[in-house]
């Protein structure tokens, strides 16, 4: 599927990112496959094309896919309505769409999070029109954007006091706004940081084998006027021995009752060098990404990609043919190795099962 014009009315002279938006009825996705060489738009009206962009990437990170699938679960609403004899047709094919849309990625649980909401709405008011449920349903979705920007700013808040005796930070594939609906939650951080006056080296992952780090996160950064520095994903024990690194901050796809968190893989291992070098390690997430219904880490579902996504660089092929390849995009960082989780509802500490607890419910 072709990405459409590189830049849309109004847009190209603004510096605000939009990773989601809907414009005159059509659902509009920055192209993140093109950054940061082309700054392109893909349309995801159809919900074969939402489908499409949250397997193959055009969207990612956990906020953005949750937000992308429930205004796409809308927008498939607004198709069907006309064609529906009834309302429960139409909430039987709202089902299939809803489905297909969580089954598009396996661990941001945020995708199962907004498409539940969309969908809860859409069952409880039998009584209604298609029509009109349908139209219900594309202005809560569409309201996710902007609650995702807030919770974005309060996350950003209650992190950035932390960074306040940091003179480095390192972060890990792209927790920015690409992949949030604007300002991010681990860049959130530190962003917000920079904001209140702390003067910060950023050090970005490469991010074997996507790059979100060096293709997504260093751009990001550069047009906020913040130069990161880039490094291999191998470098980061060095910076941290050489002391270089006095945080280490990422964020999360998906988090346990127990505090274990999902996140790009490459994460894990962070951890265990941050705690062998006595440097703190946050996650930045909002509460949507914390899984009540998982205990612990090894209930999270892994994905694994396409084994070409390791042996194929820019087009040329790395290794010689019949090499064996594994290819999980996540891991589990153990709640032992984190130092703290940063939400909006504020900065969660071990005992985790007490602090999760008490924020979610607050
Ligand atoms: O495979 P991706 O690029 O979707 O993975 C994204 C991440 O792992 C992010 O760190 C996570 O989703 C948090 S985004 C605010």
């Avoid at 807030?150 to 003179?167: K, M, P, T, V």
């Avoid at 300002?183 to 992952?205: M, P």
């Avoid at 265990?272 to 209930?299: C, Q």
């Avoid at 390791?310 to 153990?334: C, H, K, M, W, Y």
Wanted: negative net charge.
């Amino acid at each position: 599927m072709e990405p459409i014009a590189s830049t849309l009315p109004g847009q190209a002279e603004m510096n605000v990112l939009q990773p989601i938006s809907v414009q005159d009825g059509r659902v509009i996705l920055i192209d993140q496959r093109q950054l940061p060489e082309k700054l392109e738009y893909f349309d995801a009206t159809e919900l074969s094309q939402m489908v499409f962009a949250i397997k193959e990437m055009v969207v990612r990170g956990a906020p953005a896919i949750g937000v992308a699938a429930a205004i796409g679960l809308a927008a498939r609403a607004i198709q069907l309505a006309p064609e529906c004899a009834d309302t429960a047709e139409f909430i039987a094919q709202l089902k299939i769409a809803k489905n297909t849309l969580q089954d598009s990625r396996p661990t941001a649980v945020n995708l199962r999070w907004a498409t539940e909401q969309v969908f809860a709405l859409a069952c409880s008011q039998p009584a209604s029109a298609a029509s009109v449920i349908a139209n219900d349903m594309m202005k809560f979705a569409q309201n996710l954007i902007d609650d995702d920007i807030r919770i974005n700013r309060s996350i950003g808040d209650n992190g950035a006091a932390l960074l306040n005796d940091c003179l480095s930070v390192l972060t890990h594939c792209n927790a920015g706004a690409l992949a949030t609906c604007g300002w991010g939650t681990a860049l959130g951080v530190i962003r917000s940081a920079v904001e209140n006056g702390v003067k910060l080296t950023v050090y970005v992952d490469e991010t074997r084998p996507r790059q979100q780090g060096a293709r997504l996160t260093v751009w990001e950064l550069q047009r906020d006027g913040i130069t990161p520095t880039l490094i291999t994903d191998s470098m980061a024990g060095y910076m941290m021995a050489k002391g270089k690194v006095d945080a280490v901050i990422v964020g999360a796809d998906r988090i346990a009752r127990n505090g274990d968190a999902a996140n790009k893989i490459g994460t894990y291992s962070l951890a265990v060098l941050a705690r062998a070098h006595e440097i703190p390690f946050y996650v930045a997430a909002p509460i949507s990404t914390i899984d009540p219904l998982i205990a612990t880490g090894a209930e999270i579902p892994i994905e694994e990609r396409d084994p070409d996504e390791v042996l194929v660089i820019s087009g040329q092929r790395i290794a010689a043919e019949g090499t064996r390849v594994e290819n999980p995009a996540f891991d589990v960082t153990p709640a032992h190795l984190i130092t703290a989780v940063i939400t909006e509802n504020g900065v969660l500490r071990a005992p985790y099962v007490k602090s999760i607890t008490e924020a979610l419910e607050s």
